[in-house]
C-alpha cells in the first residue's frame, strides 16, 4: 500500500510523543535529583544547600562515623538474611501446597494480606508482638517452658533480628505465592518422567523444577531486593532505631542528618554512597538479566 | 498444572497449608481483636482469645483524639488521585512500547525499573527543594504527584506486560476500519486490557496508600494521610495496646475490605502481574 509509509511514520512518532511525559518525569526528577543530590554531597552545607565545595571531606567523616557503620552492617544483615529465608520459606511452603487447594483465592489473599500493609503498620504489631511482657515470649512461657528467653528488640546485639522477622512475615506471603503459581505452571509430565527414571524428589527440585523457575525467582529478587533498601519505616516504626544506635539503618542515617542534624552535606554524602552501592550491585546484573534477552 | 497425590496426602496439605495461612494471618488477627478489648484485657497474662467483653471505647477515644475520617479522606485522595494520574501518564507510554517498540524500547523500560531499586533519600532534598519553591508542602496535590511519580515504573511495567498479550492485529484491524489514535486507544486496547488495569489500579492504590516515606517527610497537618495518623500513635501510646490496636485496625481496614472483595485482582496485582 502507497500510504502504508507514512502512516507507519505517524505512528512510529505518536509512539515517541507519547512516551515523552513519562520519560521526561523519570529524566528530571530521578537522575536530575540524584545528580543534584551527589554534587551537593561535596559542599560543606549545613541547615541549607551552599555551594561551598570543601571535597572529600563528608565521605571521610561518614566512613569514620560509628552510626553509619552499624547501618551498613545491619542492612547487609537484613538484606542478605531477607533474600535467603524468604526464598528458602517461601520455595518449601510453596512446594508443599503444590496442589489445588480448598478457596484457593481466599487463601492467597490471607497469605498476601501482611504485604498489603504498610511497614508502620508491620512494625507497630511486631513491636508488640516481640515485646516480652505479652508477646511472644510470654505465651511461650505461659505453655510451660519457663526459662524461655526471646527478646530481640530491647538486646542491641540481635535487635535487627528482630525488625528481619516483621520484614520475613510481610514479604515470605508474596514470595510464596509467586513461587506456588511458578509451580502450577510445571508439566506434569515432568514429574511422571522423573519418577519413572526413579530420581528422587530432591533432586528433582534442585536440577530440573528450579531451573525452570528463573523467571518468578527474578521477580521475586526485584521486589524483595527493591524493599530492602528501602528499609526505613519498618526500623522507624518498630525499634526507632534502638535500642541506642543497635538498629539503625542507612536511609535512616540520611533522613536524620539532612532534618534533624542540620547537615545536609553528611546525609547526601551517605545518600550517594547508597546510591553507589546499588549501582554497583544492580547494573552489572540487570544488564546480564535483561540485557541478553534484548538481543536474543 | 498441580503435582496428582493421593487424598490421604491432599488433605494433610490443605490442613498444612491452611495452617501457615492462619500463622501468617494471626498478627493481623491479633491486632483486631485487641482493639475490641479494654486496656487491662489487652495486656491479661494468659492472653484472651475470644472471651472479653467487647468493647468500642477504643476507637470512640482514637476518633476523638485525632480526626480519623481527614486522614482517611487525605488517604483516599492522595491514594486515588496518584493512582488515576499514574494511569493517564503511564497507558500512552506502555502503549507505545507494546505496539511500536524500538530498538531502544528495553533498554528504556529496564532504566526505568532500576529507578525504583534506587533508595528514595536520593532524591528526597532535591523533592523538598522544589516543594518549598512552589508552595506544595503538606499539600495533597503535591503528594499526588510524587507517588505517582514514584511509581510510574511499575506501572507502566505492569501494563506493558498486560498490553503485549494483546495481538496488534486487532488493533491494526480498528485503524483499518478508520479508527483515530485516540479511539484505538480508549475504545480497543483499554477495554481489552481491563483485566490488567484493574490489577494494575489495585497494586498502585495499595502502594500508594501504604507509602510512609514520602508522606510522613512531605506532610504536616492538613495533608497528612492514615501512615502519619498511625505513625502518631506509635510513640506516645507505646504502651497502650488497645488503644494502639484500635488505630492500626482503622488504619488497616479500608485495604484489608477492598482487598477481600477483589481477591483475584488482589493476587494478580501484589504479585506484580506474576500470578495470571
Known sequence: MASGRPIQLFRNMTAKIAAIPMILTALVIFVGGTAWTVVYSFTNSKLLPRANFVGLDQYERLWNTNRWIVSIENLLIYGICMLVLSFIIGFVLAALMDQKIRFENTFRTIILYPFALSFIVTGLIWQWLLNPDFGVQNVVRGLGWVSFEFDPLNNSSIVIYGVLIAGLWQGTGLVMVLMLAGLRGIDQEIWKAARVDGIPMWKTYLYIVVPMLRPVFITSIVIIASGIVRVYDLVVAQTAGGPGISSEVPAKYVYDYMFQGQNLGQGFAASTMMLLAVAIVIIPWAYLEFGSRNRG | ?276
Open chain 2, 1 to 276: 498444572m498441580a503435582r496428582a497425590v493421593t487424598t490421604q496426602r491432599k488433605v494433610t496439605n490443605t490442613v498444612i497449608a491452611w495452617g501457615v495461612g492462619l500463622l501468617i494471618f494471626f498478627p493481623i488477627l491479633w491486632t483486631i481483636l485487641t482493639s475490641f478489648k479494654t486496656e487491662a484485657q489487652a495486656i491479661s497474662d494468659p492472653p484472651l482469645f475470644l472471651f472479653f467483653d467487647w468493647t468500642l471505647e477504643n476507637y470512640a477515644i482514637v476518633q476523638e483524639r485525632s480526626d480519623y475520617m481527614r486522614f482517611l479522606w487525605n488517604s483516599v485522595i492522595i491514594a486515588g488521585g496518584s493512582t488515576v494520574l499514574g494511569l493517564v501518564v503511564a497507558v500512552p507510554a506502555a502503549w507505545s512500547m507494546a505496539f511500536v517498540p524500538s530498538r531502544r524500547t528495553k533498554d528504556v523500560l529496564l532504566w526505568m525499573l532500576s529507578t525504583k531499586m534506587l533508595p528514595a533519600v536520593g532524591v528526597l532534598y532535591p523533592i523538598y527543594l522544589i516543594f518549598i519553591r512552589l508552595g506544595l508542602l503538606d499539600t495533597r496535590g503535591g503528594l499526588v504527584i510524587v507517588i505517582m511519580l514514584i511509581n510510574l515504573p511499575i506501572i507502566v511495567w505492569m501494563l506493558y506486560t498486560y498490553f503485549r498479550e494483546i495481538p496488534g492485529e486487532i488493533l491494526e484491524a480498528a485503524r483499518m476500519d478508520g479508527a483515530g489514535l485516540r479511539e484505538e486507544i480508549l475504545y480497543v486496547l483499554t477495554p481489552m486490557a481491563v483485566p490488567g488495569i484493574a490489577s494494575t489500579l489495585l497494586l498502585n492504590f495499595i502502594l500508594a496508600w501504604n507509602e510512609a516515606f514520602w508522606t510522613l517527610n512531605l506532610t504536616a497537618a492538613t495533608s497528612a494521610p492514615l501512615t502519619a495518623f498511625i505513625a502518631s500513635y506509635s510513640s506516645p501510646e507505646g504502651l497502650f495496646y488497645a488503644k494502639l490496636s484500635a488505630a492500626s485496625t482503622m488504619a488497616i481496614a479500608p485495604i484489608l475490605v477492598l482487598g477481600w472483595f477483589s481477591q483475584k485482582q488482589l493476587v494478580r496485582g501484589l504479585t506484580f502481574g506474576a500470578v495470571k
